[in-house]
T-cell receptor, first 116, second 111 residues
């Protein structure tokens, strides 16, 4: 099983709503990531979890709150978002190290978020 | 921090032609350089990667070359097919887990 599964595929929310994006992998990977991708742009790193602990936060606004309940699950809690936060949110996983390990980052298909 | 530049932004070729995409990186400490293909409505998928102790790597119609001195690396696709049409991203890894992507190349292969 080499899949990263993201739900929901599409989400529309108002600026006062609270919602969550979910990600699941069963490849035994111990690093999990959230990336944000705007149209016609490359993915931008938001957060990295390593062994269920937050290891990288790329100065993301606090209206985005990540959570890693266990080694297979990664959530992104959304609250008081702005229209400019509309984007494709990609989850990924890898073995612990990219540069020193096997390297491959496995991406899900993404959750397309629209903030009204 | 690391900065990765990628050229060209769009590339149109005829089926059967070769395609070359070039990237430069800024951080001499980067030592892992993957290439990802992203099809419409999907997440990026790794197609080939190279580490800094290797100058060239080939996998069927796809090859990647790395020039550490010049901080350049390139993707070469031979005998292109319409299904190669997609957006291609180069990337460089700094540290153990941070991958920085290039700006992307939209490849269109016409039959």
């Amino acid at each position: 099983d080499t899949e990263v599964t993201q739900t929901p595929k599409h989400l529309v929310m108002g600026m006062t709503n609270k919602k969550s994006l979910k990600c699941e992998q069963h490849m035994g990977h111990r690093a999990m990531y959230w990336y944000k991708q705007k149209a016609k742009k490359p993915p931008e790193l938001m957060f990295v979890y390593s062994y269920e602990k937050l290891s990288i936060n790329e100065s993301v606004p606090s209206r985005f709150s990540p959570e890693c309940p266990n080694s297979s699950l990664l959530n992104l809690h959304l609250h008081a978002l702005q229209p400019e936060d509309s984007a494709l949110y990609l989850c990924a996983s890898s073995q612990q190290r990219l540069a020193g390990g096997t390297g491959e980052l496995f991406f899900g298909e993404g959750s397309r978020l629209t903030v009204l | 921090g690391e900065n990765v530049e990628q050229h060209p932004s769009t590339l149109s070729v005829q089926e059967g032609d070769s395609a070359v995409i070039k990237c430069t990186y800024s951080d001499s400490a980067s030592n892992y350089f993957p290439w990802y293909k992203q099809e419409l409505g999907k997440g990026p998928q790794l197609i080939i990667d190279i580490r800094s102790n290797v100058g060239e790597k080939k996998d069927q119609r796809i090859a990647v070359t790395l020039n550490k001195t010049a901080k350049h690396f390139s993707l070469h696709i031979t005998e292109t097919q319409p299904e190669d049409s997609a957006v291609y991203f180069c990337a460089a890894a700094t540290g153990f887990q941070k991958l920085v992507f290039g700006t992307g190349t939209r490849l269109l292969v016409s039959p």
